[in-house]
């Protein structure tokens, strides 16, 4: 054992036996560390004090160090991001450089050349690194000198697109503008962006913690470069402006693939694009992330574990479902276990799993797919969402004859669900049969622990929004504040709120006797359901989320 994996021995980050095994596997040389870190055996700042230890280098904590945004700007954000710097301060002719690497000689040698300073580097972890590029690196400046470039093209000259994006100029002000777009986006953590054509501009928002933020206004006259830019990207047909059209992108950012999913919508200003930000590396997920309380968690876990029976999970767009339903999978899945799931589209790829993806223009429906896997020796079926009479019949019948069925349904909450089915088509006595569980869900954004701030003691207030102030004897109940970590909202992440319905025999036998959704509600709640409020309100006095979410994501 020598190099990195003896320093981390010595400096008791990790075990003799854990660096020997992973050395064994990817060797001692640059991918030893990412290595130990994605398995867990070594922390951030475990690393970050080994390089230290094991190139002589000082060790700063980036929390709260104070960045001068004018020594920042000494160095390009694209240098800084190619080698994984950052320039903390500058005295007399020294430039003190924070870095993972403090041993890249040719960074060194650039950032020296660049500034004419002399590079004095420290080491850092690289999430602080990460939380620094997301303060003070931003490409908003940048994108909108690209629009202003793109803007006075398109009106001097006329711009040719083609359908092969190896023709397209890697520097060319419309390429750079949609890559760097995508890229702030992903570093920004986006679900979701947002390319709005208006009468005079052209707007982005990104999707952050399931609230839209403005990020860049544009002259309209970038509008046709950009969307045709990316319509080319995502094999959509640059011609068609008149119907909605569909398409996916996929594309490396840091090492990691990214999977977006596109949508296109005519609208009186022209075609505005969507883009569901679908991160392959972010889905793996145990059950225990999906922070389910202990009732919720064992009856889901039982639901899920029954060799046949449909388990539904409801919800509107963007809550999380699909994200629950895979992690259900994984944890079902094994090699002796056929999992095949029909989906539309297929978000997240999955190893060891068949994912159908749906194409209604080839006649493969929900329906049509679902007959043919029937007859392919399933065990689970994970069906992408039930819309119609045909897929929820073949899905209960599927539920019926010893298959586990995994599906989603656009509901409001958990016994609505069984009225719905009802309502598209579906006998009551086969619903009341085949249903396991229902859990309706959403999702409400995490507060950040590093700037959150306990709230003085106010009863009335607690008690006027209904929130129970007995729940936890000697809770904390915290507001968001904002700091540089979370962008100054005061939130990081989210956190999802469940409500779990067990098909009880009582259920069924009221939902055969065409018992309303209301009624069954009732039922639900006596036999020990818990609201997706009070869920919420349990989530606020545990301090992983604020009074305002849960009000705003629930009633």
């Not at 400096?11 to 990412?34: H, Y």
């Not at 867990?40 to 960045?67: C, H, K, R, W």
């Not at 190896?166 to 962006?193: E, G, H």
């Not at 069984?418 to 009341?432: D, H, K, N, S, Y």
Request: with cysteine; hydrophobic share 40%.
């Amino acid at each position: 054992m020598r190099g990195m994996g003896q320093m981390l021995v010595l400096s008791g980050a990790a075990r003799a036996e854990d660096v020997t095994a992973a050395i064994g596997v990817v060797g001692d040389g640059d991918a030893l560390s990412p290595y130990l870190l994605r398995k867990g055996v070594i922390s951030e700042a475990q690393l970050a004090e080994a390089v230290s230890m094991n190139t002589g280098t000082p060790f700063v904590d980036l929390s709260g160090y104070p960045l001068d945004p004018e020594v920042i700007a000494l160095v390009p954000g694209a240098l800084c991001r190619r080698y994984r710097l950052l320039p903390l301060r500058r005295h007399r002719d020294q430039l003190t450089v924070a870095m993972l690497d403090p041993t890249d000689i040719i960074a060194l040698d650039d950032i020296a050349s660049l500034t004419d300073l002399r590079v004095s580097p420290v080491v850092v972890t690289g999430e602080a690194l990460d939380q620094a590029f997301e303060r003070f690196l931003r490409s908003d400046e940048e994108l909108t000198d690209l629009s202003e470039q793109i803007g006075e093209s398109s009106s001097s000259s006329t711009v040719v697109f083609t359908e092969q994006l190896d023709d397209q100029d890697a520097d060319a002000p419309v390429v750079r503008f949609v890559n760097l777009l995508i890229t702030q986006a992903i570093n920004d953590r986006a679900s979701d962006i947002h390319i709005e054509p208006g009468e005079h501009r052209l707007t982005v928002r990104f999707r952050i913690d399931g609230v839209l933020h403005e990020m860049q206004r544009a002259d309209r006259s970038i509008q046709d470069g950009v969307i045709s830019r990316l319509k080319i990207m995502s094999s959509i047909d640059i011609a068609e402006k008149r119907v909605p059209q569909d398409g996916r992108i996929s594309v490396l950012h840091e090492g990691r693939g990214v999977d977006l999913r596109v949508a296109t919508l005519p609208t009186v200003w022209g075609e505005k694009i969507v883009m569901r930000i679908l991160d392959n590396s972010g889905q793996i997920m145990a059950m225990s992330d999906l922070k389910f309380s202990e009732t919720n968690a064992e009856r889901f876990t039982q639901a899920i574990s029954r060799p046949h029976g449909m388990v539904l999970v409801t919800g509107p767009t963007g809550s999380g479902k699909s994200t629950t339903l895979y992690t259900a999978l994984r944890a079902v899945a094994n090699p002796r276990v056929n999992v095949i799931t029909v989906e539309d589209p297929v978000e997240y790829r999955m190893t060891d799993i068949n994912q159908i993806q749906v194409n209604p223009r080839a006649g493969l429906t929900f329906a049509t797919a679902l007959r043919s896997i029937l007859r392919a020796d399933p065990d689970v079926v994970l069906v992408g969402e039930i819309r119609d009479r045909e897929t929820a019949l073949i899905s209960i019948e599927a539920a019926l004859t010893g298959h586990l069925v995994l599906s989603t349904l656009h509901t409001n909450n958990a016994p609505s669900a069984l009225t719905r089915l009802v309502e598209i088509g579906t006998e009551p006595f086969l619903v009341a049969t085949a249903l396991t569980a229902v859990v309706a869900q959403r999702l409400a954004r995490r507060l950040c622990t590093k700037c959150r701030q306990p709230i003085d003691d106010d009863s009335a207030m607690l008690e006027a929004v209904g929130m129970p102030v007995d729940l936890i004897p000697g809770a904390t109940v915290y507001r968001a504040v904002g700091c540089s970590a979370c962008s100054n909202t005061g939130y990081r992440g989210r956190v999802g709120l469940h409500e779990a319905m067990e098909a009880t025999d009582r259920i069924e036998q009221s939902l055969v006797g065409r018992a309303t959704g209301g009624e069954l509600r009732e039922i639900a709640l006596e036999q020990g359901m818990i609201p997706l409020r009070d869920d919420g309100w349990a989530k606020v006095a545990q301090g992983i989320t604020t009074i305002e979410e849960v009000l705003r994501v629930s009633v």
